[in-house]
Structures are given as C-alpha cells and as structure tokens.
C-alpha cells in the first residue's frame, strides 16, 4: 500500500516513539490515539487495534479524556464501514465521557461525529440541529476554519433537500472564511460539492473545472479518499456525455480505491454506476449483475440512498428490456425511498421514471401526471437532465394520444434543452479541459509570477528618487528581457522533445517496415522452390498459411503495440508455416503463465518472431531429428520477460561454423528497435543471448524483456 512520504514518515513517527515507550501511562494512550487516527485514512483494521489498545490502557489508568478519545475513533471507523447503529453508540459513550470531564472541543468533535451520523441515517433535521449548535459555539469562540467546516455541511443538507441556491450560499460563505486565513485548500470538499450541483443542473464545463482541480491535488497528496470521491463524480459526467470509455475509466479507479479501503457505500455507489453503463451498452446480462450485486451490498449497510439509486436503474434496464412491470416496481420502490429521504432531485428522477414505465405501459393518463410532477421540480431546480427526459416524455405521450400540437411544442423544448447539453462548443471545451488543464495551471502560476514581479517593480519605482529611475529602468528592461529568453528557451526545448519523440517513432516504423519484407523474401523462396519441385498440393497449402500470415504481419507492422494474443498467434502462423518447408519438423511449444492475461498486455509487434526464424536458420545444422523450440512468457517483478529456448548446436558453435560472424538482419533490426522502445516507454528492454552449454545443456536461451503496456477494462 502506497502512503505519502510524509503520512508515512509521521506515523512511522510515532511507532518508534510507541516502541521506545515503555511506560504504561497517559502519554502512551495519546500515542496510540494518535496513530488510530493515522492509520484511519487508509487502514480501518490496524487503526480500530490502535484504538481499542488505547480504550484497554485509559480504562486501566481511569483517564477518561483517553477513553472518549477511543471511542469518538471507533465511531467514525464504524461510520466508514456503514455500520451506523454501533457508530451512534460509540459516539454517544464518548460525548457522555467528555460531558463528565467538560471538555468542550472533545465535546465538539461528538457533536460533529453524530451529525454525521444523523446524515446517513437520513435524518436531515438532527443533522442540521447539531451543526447550527456548533456555528454558535464557533462564532462565540471566534473559530472561522470551524464555522467554515460546518457551514459546508450544511451546505450538503441544503444540496440533499434540492435547494441548490442556498447550498451554494453555504458553500461560499465557507469558501470566503478560508481564504481569509489562507486556508483554501481545504475547500477541496466544497469544490467538489459545487461541481456536483454543477453535474445535476447539465453544467458538464463547469462540472469538470470544479473535480479536475480537486483531483489534481489529491493526487499530488495521495489522497486515496478524495481521489475515490472525485473520480466516482467525474464518472458520473462522462455518463452524462456518453462518453462510455471514460466512464468506466474512472468507475473502475473508484471503485479499486473503495475495495481497498473498505468503503462499501462507495462501492455499491461504484457497481450500480456500472450497470448503468453496460445497461446503455446492451450488455443487459452483465448490467443486472452490477446492479443486484449493488442492491445486495446497500441493503446490508442499510444506505437508503443507495438501495434509492439501485431501484432507479433497475427500473431503467428493464425498461430498456421492454419488462416494464418490472420497471414499474423498481421506479414505485424508489419513489418510496425519495420521498422517506426528502432527496429532491431522487423524486424529481422516480416521477420521470415512472412516467416513462407507464408510457411502456399504455397508461397515458398516469403517465403525464408523473411527468408533469417530475417537469415541475425538473425546472424549479433547473435539473437539465431531468428536464429534457420529462419533455420528452410529454412529447411521446401527446404523441400516442394523437394531440399533435402539443406533442410538437413538448418536442421543441426537448430539443431547445438536448441542444444546450450536447452543443458542440460545450463538447468542444469539455475536451479541451481534458488535454489542457495541466497547461493551464503551469500558465496560471507563471501568470502569478509575473503579475508580483510586476508589483515589485512598481513599488520599488515609487520609493526610489527620480536621480535612481534610469537605474530601475535598466532593472526591468533586464527582467523583461529575461523572461522573454526564458520563454524563448523553454519553446526550443519544447520543440526539440517533441522532435526527438516524432524520430523515435519514425524510427522505429522504418525498423519494423524493414522486417516485413525480409521476412516476405524468405517466405517467397521457399515457395518458389516448392513450385519448381512441382510440390503442387504442398505449395497450395503453404500459400494459404502464408496469405494469412502476411496479413496478420502486414496489420501488425502498421500499429505501434498490438495485443499480446495476437502476437502469439502470428508466432504460432509462423512455426506452422516452417514446417511446412522442411520434411523433418520442429517440434515447438508456446507457454504462457497464468499470471498473464494476453488480452490486456500490449507490446510491440514483430519482437518474438526473429529470434525463432534465427534458430530454424542457424540453431540445427546437420540436426535432422529432436529439433524443439520453446517459447515461454513470464511476468516476473513487473516485467514481461520471453524465452526463446532451443536445442541446438548453441550460439558459440554457430560463432565458430560461421566464420564471417554475419549477424541476422533480422536480429541486429530486433536489438535496435528495443533500444528505441526503452526510451519511447520509459522502461527496460533488452535481450540477451546464451549457450545453455553454461548451464549443462545443449542449445542457445534468448532471453527478451519486452516493454508492454496493460490496458483497464472491466
């Protein structure tokens, strides 16, 4: 498990400090309340031991203060593992402990423990009774960094309810209260939060903006947490734009994070999110089990939320499987839930979705009362999705009720708001951010730069006497002059990486080009000389086998990598075709270790192959029976490793018979392009050659190690 270096360092930190601790007192219970809490952002086991050591030691020692401690810990694990009963119990135990003590942060810290609580429980109104009580304390106590953090909760509380005007209020007001004490990167969770609104109301743009600057510091701190947060939400607006690719991207990097650290609410949030892409996929098999999986996992941590979400995109799939009782079922489930939630975009959504099932369903009347209630919150709170499914809805219904007129006015919204969401100027930026946000920042920070360089200039110009501005001038004509060489220099350097990368690959095109038609000329003398003989049926048979061949060599020297599989394939064409040439065969095998799955590796193509054509050529000279070839691959820290192993005379004996030392062109071309690949993938690739006469054996080992890349799928 990777850590940052300095989440690593503290709490290694405090393990030797704990180990050279050998005192049972208050100061070790403090170290291990300490380390619980280190240990709670990326492991819940190791900080759950922590804090129950702690509990054990404070109970013995009566420090009540270190018991409460243990318990508010334990709480907010249990909240993490969704066990919301016991997390509720710990934290009262705790508030009552810190209660008997006065101690009024500790009391705080409950306060804000059961808030939590009270919002996974859905109970709204306990929620907000817990955060205006700790704004008074806060205020009394003149704590802004407090006040912002729970003027952001209630900011959530107000975002749940579907009163996004006053949740961005909350928001903001706790955004302005860090600046003010130049704490701005703790407003990464109300970024977020913003961005999420930004996704409900059809603002993808904005939406972008707001999670693409909290990813990028989360993972420049190795937040694990927030990047499982944020990439779930990003998944979310590629959903939107159908961009399926990158859906599944960042659902499949949420939910790895979610599995590791336990999250079972992001983890069911994670799977429904799939099915629903598979469900648009038509991948209806595969979309159930997502989905029911999902519903199996939010009914035992009891996430009515979740359980909400789950029933709505089932009731979508069949829809799209044209089951629509079933969907009738799933969408009233929801509905229930929504309404027990007082989540208003989720009823906004449970109308629409009822509306369109009683449509399948022939029940028009239904139908459009549903779609109305669901186009009214749809357009109070400017749900643009919501919105154009609604219309759309109507425009069907009026449709089947042969109201034409009608029909044709719902049509023209549907448009006029599907045009807004899919224009191609908000694709357009929405791709631009995707290449250019890094840039960006870069061009911010140089901007920053300048803009303080400037203000120093002018600051110092006004302080210096008029006998001394020549002398400022000259000062700034420098620095001007300096910024415009480094710009100058920072473009050709640009420039000569970007013609270094385009020589690379230039390169190694012309390599592989030169391969194919030395492997053509081979294969065109054997031929002619099978047709000379008058090998008729043996020639026909050769040709086909090596028509297919060519074609399979002729795709690959097209692509710069190809999948593994396909490789192998062409390597097995090849043995298949050598075979055929001589009347005493080769016997050969082709091993892959079930660590590797050779559909998700990609390597260059052409790699394998002349190193076996080098040992049909050179490796059984006067060798008529026994001649064995074994291609082995094996992943090995890391690393794609193949062998090439023969049963011949050996490389040193092929050295001394051919006194020229010719090398294989073939080979000589393979050693080239791995040197230029290590550099293009930044990665090892090499091959090496031995007599296996070092080892007691007879024969030559070729061993190569192949740069690869390894694609994510689901």
């Known amino acids: 498990m990777k850590l940052s270096f300095s989440q690593e360092k503290v709490i290694d930190s405090l393990e030797n400090i704990l180990q050279n601790h050998k005192l049972n007192d208050t100061t070790k219970v403090n170290l291990l309340n300490k380390l619980a809490y280190g240990y709670s952002s990326f492991n819940i086991i190791k900080s759950d031991e922590k804090a129950l050591e702690a509990y054990a030691l404070s109970k013995q020692l009566n420090f009540v203060k270190g018991e409460g401690k243990s318990f508010l810990r334990i709480g907010h694990n249990q909240i993490k593992k969704s066990e919301l009963d016991s997390a509720e119990l710990s934290a009262n135990k705790a508030l009552k402990l810190f209660e008997e003590i006065s101690c009024q942060s500790c009391i705080n810290a409950s306060y804000i423990c059961l808030a939590e609580i009270a919002y996974y429980n859905n109970d709204s109104n306990k929620a907000k009774g817990y955060y205006e009580k700790l704004i008074n304390i806060f205020i009394e106590n003149d704590d802004k960094l407090r006040q912002a953090d729970m003027l952001n909760n209630l900011g959530i509380l107000s975002y749940r309810k579907g009163d996004f005007d006053e949740a961005i209020v909350f928001f903001k007001k706790a955004c302005d209260l860090r600046e003010q004490l130049g704490r701005e990167k703790l407003s990464l969770g109300t970024l977020n939060n913003i961005g999420s609104i930004c996704l409900n ?14 990813l990028s510091i ?4 190795n937040n694990k947490r927030g990047i499982a947060t944020i990439t779930y939400n990003m998944s979310a607006v590629y959903y939107e734009l159908k961009r399926y690719d990158k859906t599944l991207e960042f659902i499949n990097e949420s939910l790895a994070i979610s599995r590791e650290l336990k999250n079972k609410r992001n983890i069911a949030g994670c799977l429904v999110n799939k099915g629903a892409v598979y469900a648009d996929l038509k991948e209806f098999p595969k979309a159930l089990d997502y989905m029911t999986e999902s519903l199996s996992l939010s009914k035992e941590i009891n996430e009515k939320s979740e359980i909400g979400a789950c029933h709505y995109q089932l009731g979508d799939l069949y829809l799209l499987m044209e089951q629509p009782k079933k969907a009738l079922e799933h969408h009233k489930s929801y509905l229930k839930i929504s309404l027990l939630t007082e989540d208003k975009v989720q009823i906004c959504q449970a109308h629409v979705g009822l509306a369109r099932t009683y449509v399948l369903l022939e029940d028009y009347s239904t139908a459009l009362d549903q779609a109305e209630k669901g186009k009214k919150i749809a357009d109070d709170l400017e749900l643009l999705t919501q919105q154009k499914l609604a219309y759309g809805t109507i425009a069907t219904i009026y449709e089947k009720t042969k109201k034409y007129k009608k029909a044709l006015e719902s049509h023209q919204q549907f448009k006029i708001i599907n045009d807004s969401l899919f224009n191609n100027e908000n694709i357009k930026k929405i791709t631009q951010l995707e290449y250019e946000y890094k840039y960006k920042q870069a061009l911010d920070s140089a901007s920053i730069r300048e803009l303080q360089l400037k203000k120093t200039v002018t600051a110092s110009n006004k302080n210096l006497e008029k006998s001394k501005q020549n002398y400022l001038w000259a000062i700034i004509v420098f620095l001007l002059i300096s910024i415009v060489l480094g710009g100058i220099i920072f473009y050709l350097k640009f420039t000569n990486i970007k013609t270094k990368a385009q020589n690379i690959e230039i390169g190694q095109k012309l390599l592989r080009s030169q391969m194919t038609p030395h492997f053509i000329f081979n ?4 031929l002619q000389g099978m047709i000379l003989n008058k090998e008729d049926k043996k020639a026909v048979l050769y040709l086909s086998k090596f028509s297919k061949l060519l074609r399979i060599t002729l795709e690959n020297s097209r692509d710069k990598m190809v999948p593994l599989h396909q490789e192998l394939t062409a390597v097995n064409n090849y043995l298949e075709l050598q075979n055929l040439e001589v009347s005493q065969s080769y016997l050969y095998t082709i091993l892959v270790d079930e660590t590797i799955d050779d559909s998700l590796f990609e390597i260059p193509p052409m790699l394998i192959q002349p190193f076996i054509e080098n040992a049909i050529e050179h490796a059984f000279k006067n060798q008529k029976e026994n001649r064995k070839i074994d291609i082995k691959l094996n992943y090995i820290n890391k690393k794609l490793i193949c062998t090439v192993i023969d049963n011949g005379i050996g490389i040193n004996a092929q050295k001394q018979n051919d006194k020229s030392h010719k090398k294989s ?15 293009d993938f930044k990665t090892e690739g090499k091959v090496t050659i031995e007599d296996r006469q070092k ?20």
């Open 695 to 714: 080892y007691k054996e007879q024969g030559t080992i070729v061993t190569l190690v192949i740069p690869y890349k390894i694609l994510i799928i689901s």
């Open 665 to 679: 062109l073939a080979t000589t071309i393979t050693s080239e392009r791995l040197k230029m690949l290590s550099k």
């Open 523 to 526: 294969s065109l003398s054997v």
């Open 201 to 214: 109301q059809g603002k993808y743009t904005e939406a972008l903006q707001y999670f693409n600057k909290c």
């Open 218 to 221: 989360y993972r420049k701190d």
